[in-house]
T-cell receptor, first 111, second 112 residues
Framework: QQQVKQSPQSLIVQKGGISIINCAYE??????FPWYQQFPGKGPALLIA?????SEKKEGRFTISFNKSAKQFSLHIMDSQPGDSATYFC??????????FGKGTMLLVSP | EAQVTQNPRYLITVTGKKLTVTCSQN?????MSWYRQDPGLGLRQIYY???????DKGDVPEGYKVSRKEKRNFPLILESPSPNQTSLYFC???????????FGSGTRLTVV
């Protein structure tokens, strides 16, 4: 049973455009929702995270939108740059122990 | 520098030959975890540890063992590796849920 569903699998965006990646979850016990960015040959790195009592969080060009009633959250990358080309993973966590990941989205920002 | 260190980075081994992948963190984190990453499947948790001598199974624990005898180290043991354990493995640590996990650089394992 996949607890966190991520879409799309891959995404091509022109430089300067908005990249949007969506995730949906089933388990209402999840209480922490991070996004990770992974470049080839590297481990995932925490990008931005949100708790379910907040509907939006913005850090620079990256914004998480959270819809608790719909059990959905999304990552928006404004003014996308070629350096943003990477694989992005959404995740959800309950308590201190379990971090469940989506399957990832490969983002390519074309120059 | 705060980091999670995994060794080796690359490993090719034969079916059935026991191996250990080491993981060490220098951040005094209580929580550590192992993940495997496979194309199309994303990151799946193998085992995690909430503190010394406290470990629990993740989503895909079959064929793996772990131990947490010291706070900084969390080795992953494959007693009898099989080809379906060919994967990219990541160790991660976390102080608590506020900060999220810090990942190591990964170990690419090939079992022939």
């Amino acid at each position: 049973q996949q607890q966190v569903k991520q879409s799309p699998q891959s995404l091509i965006v022109q430089k300067g455009g908005i990249s949007i990646i969506n995730c949906a979850y089933e388990n209402t016990a999840f209480d922490y929702f991070p996004w990770y960015q992974q470049f080839p040959g590297k481990g995932p790195a925490l990008l931005i995270a949100i708790r379910p009592d907040v509907s939006e969080k913005k850090e620079g060009r990256f914004t998480i939108s959270f819809n608790k009633s719909a059990k959905q959250f999304s990552l928006h990358i404004m003014d996308s740059q070629p350096g943003d080309s990477a694989t992005y993973f959404c995740a959800a966590r309950k308590g201190y122990s379990t971090l469940t990941f989506g399957k990832g989205t490969m983002l390519l920002v074309s120059p | 520098e705060a980091q999670v260190t995994q060794n080796p980075r690359y490993l090719i081994t034969v079916t059935g030959k026991k191996l250990t992948v080491t993981c060490s963190q220098n951040m005094n984190h209580e929580y550590m975890s192992w993940y495997r990453q496979d194309p199309g499947l994303g990151l799946r948790q193998i085992y995690y540890s909430m503190n010394v001598e406290v470990t629990d199974k993740g989503d895909v624990p079959e064929g793996y063992k772990v131990s947490r005898k010291e706070k900084r180290n969390f080795p992953l043991i494959l007693e009898s590796p099989s080809p379906n354990q060919t994967s990219l493995y990541f160790c991660a640590s976390s102080q608590d849920r506020v900060y999220g996990y810090t990942f190591g650089s990964g170990t690419r394992l090939t079992v022939v």
